[in-house]
């Protein structure tokens, strides 16, 4: 009931593509969606979030869309950089507890 | 203005002995949490902290504790170390329970 399933696990795209990672859940008390970004050896940062009253939300090249009927969101990277690789995490939380997805290691070739 | 800081960084003990990890919180930050990351299990909530309260716990044995200070400070205590308890410990604060997270650069805990 609390797992957020991610996918894939690991994604390869050439500079400039778009990179598509998505995340599905099953707890409809989920209120808050962030996406993490993590390099080696550092902490998670968070990238952008969004709450389930809102179907898209987009900060500079990254953008996520969701979909609360499906239970399902996403994150797209626009114009991908060598310095976007990184793993990134989804995340939900509900109750002031975040449930995390398994991670995308997310390569970008020059 | 600084980010979340934990010490230390490293950490190398052997099974049975104990472990204290410390987080010093964003200046105004009152809730801190704790997250447990390995390859195998991926990023695990483990308690959260605010007003020197836990809140809210993860599902982890009892020989995982904490405590927060009056100045938000917080630790996390493991006793009797298992192989297993061999992690990324992270700690993230926020400056109150619905606000968003600011996660530290973690202690890398080896079990040997």
């Known amino acids: 009931q609390q797992q957020v399933k991610q996918s894939p696990q690991s994604l390869i795209v050439q500079k400039g593509g778009i990179s598509i990672i998505n995340c599905a859940y099953e707890?409809?008390?989920?209120?808050?969606f962030p996406w993490y970004q993590q390099f080696p050896g550092k902490g998670p940062a968070l990238l952008i979030a969004?709450?389930?009253?809102?179907s898209e939300k987009k900060e500079g090249r990254f953008t996520i869309s969701f979909n609360k009927s499906a239970k399902q969101f996403s994150l797209h990277i626009m114009d991908s950089q060598p310095g976007d690789s990184a793993t990134y995490f989804c995340a939900a939380e509900s109750a002031r507890q975040l449930t995390f997805g398994s991670g995308t290691q997310l390569t970008v070739l020059p | 203005k600084a980010g979340v800081t934990q010490t230390p960084r490293y950490l190398i003990k052997t099974r049975g002995q104990q472990v204290t990890l410390s987080c010093s919180p964003i200046s105004g930050h009152r809730s801190v949490s704790w997250y447990q990351q390995t390859p195998g299990q991926g990023l695990q909530f483990l308690f959260e902290y605010f007003s020197e309260t836990q809140r809210n716990k993860g599902n982890f044995p009892g020989r995982f504790s904490g405590r927060q200070f009056s100045n938000s400070r917080s630790e996390m205590n493991v006793s009797t170390l298992e192989l297993g308890d061999s992690a990324l410990y992270l700690c993230?604060?926020?400056?109150?329970?619905?606000?968003?997270?600011?996660f530290g650069p973690g202690t890398r805990l080896t079990v040997l």
């Open positions: 969004i709450r389930p009253d809102v």
């Open positions: 993230a604060s926020r400056i109150g329970p619905d606000n968003e997270q600011f």
């Open positions: 707890n409809t008390a989920f209120d808050y």
